[in-house]
Structure formats: C-alpha cells, structure tokens
C-alpha cells in the first residue's frame, strides 16, 4: 500500500510531547525513540501504529502511549530487545508457540506505556510488510499510513477508534479507493462495512432533536 502523498510528517506535536493538564513533558518521545531503536538494531519487522502514527500524520490526538505491531512469530524477539532497552512487562509475555494479542510493557525512567501488539495476519501482516520509514519522535521509524490506519479502525469498535476514522475519511487526505481495493483483496467480506462507515464518516447522521423545554408550574 503506497504512503499517503498529502498528510506530511510533522516534526512537533505538542498533543503528543506535553501534558495538556500539567503542561510538563510526557516523556512520550523519550520513550519512543529507545524502543524504535532497540527494534530497529534488533531488525524486528515492525509499525508503529495507533495515535503517534495518526498524529504523525497530521491528525494529533492525545495520548500518552506508544503502540508498535510486531509478526507475531517476532514476538519474542521483539520482547528481547525491549527489555535490552529497559522496558519491563506488565502483562503475560507468552511464549514464542502462543503469544499474547498485546503485551504491556512500562519504561521505567518516564513512566511511558508501550502497547506491543503481534499480528497473526491481515491486516496488521500487510502493515508491517510496506509501512514507509518516516522521521516521528526525532528518529527514523516505520510509520503506518492513514490508508493502514483506517484498514485497522475497521475492525474496532471503539468509540475513539470510530471517531478517528471518520475524521481520516473526510478529510480528503486518504486514498479511500486505493485502501478499499487493498481490503477486497484481503477480507472481501468486508467491503460492506467499510462501505457504510465511510458513508457515515461523508454524512454523518444528525443530532437528535432536544425536547422542548419544560415549563414551570407557577405553583411550584
């Protein structure tokens, strides 16, 4: 899947490097950067995916976490190099015959969550294989794109990951045909689904009307 042409990478995002209430660093970049190098230097195939690549692609949304896609059969490597890097688990790691969807691992120096998911197929496999490397957090990573973006939205149903979605979609700066036509190679049996939250994301549905105000009893 090709990279978006008109959703530049930028180079600062407050959203993502300060703390809205306390105004101080999150030490989200920190964090980030030793991560994508100890993967990097251990050549894991990996993505970095959720709300650092949607805000590295000019949609920033807050978040004080990083969430990286590994093979699933890379797991364990994946898990080697993190905690070579510092990184302790907080959940169940696995093992390498049956790895854990997610695993949550804390970097103890900011305090920095880093969600490691394993893919067992599309479309997280396809993410991985052609994610484009991009500068995010002061280093060079790969990056997903929004078009990888809104094939992984489809299948949540999360309030924040529906509302990401319909933002990318009519924002005009995804190639919505070209990811469509990626999705009926892959999950054809999805193209209805897509189909709908696009119209929906096109022409949202309105607000319901509110009640008509309530009259006070003059004997009250």
Do not use: C, N
């Not at 030793?34 to 195939?45: F, Y």
């Not at 695993?103 to 103890?108: G, M, T």
């Not at 009640?211 to 009893?217: F, L």
């Amino acid at each position: 899947m090709r990279p978006p042409t008109a959703a530049p990478i930028l180079p600062e995002l407050d959203v993502v490097y300060t703390d809205p209430v306390t105004g101080k660093a999150t030490g989200l970049a920190r964090a980030a950067r030793k991560a994508l190098r100890a993967l990097e230097k251990a050549r894991v195939p990996y993505s970095v995916v959720g709300a650092a690549a949607l805000a590295s692609r000019g949609f920033p949304r807050m978040t004080r976490d990083l969430d990286v896609v590994v093979l699933a059969e890379r797991q364990q490597e994946a898990l080697a190099a993190l905690h070579g890097a510092g990184f302790k688990p907080l959940t169940p790691t696995g093992t390498g015959e049956e790895p854990e969807s997610m695993v949550l691992l804390e970097d103890p120096g900011t305090g920095v969550e880093l969600d490691l998911l394993a893919a067992a197929g599309d479309p997280e496999a396809r993410i991985i294989a052609e994610s484009p490397r991009a500068r995010i957090f002061g280093t060079t990573a790969r990056v997903a794109t929004l078009e990888h973006l809104l094939l992984m939205y489809l299948y949540s149903t999360e309030p924040k990951h529906l509302g990401d979605f319909a933002t990318v979609a009519r924002s005009g700066r995804a190639d919505l045909a070209h990811a469509r036509s990626v999705l009926a190679e892959m999950h054809p049996e999805m193209l209805g689904d897509w189909d709908r939250r696009v119209a929906d994301a096109r022409a949202p549905r309105p607000a319901p009307k509110r009640p008509p105000r309530r009259r006070a009893d003059p004997d009250d």
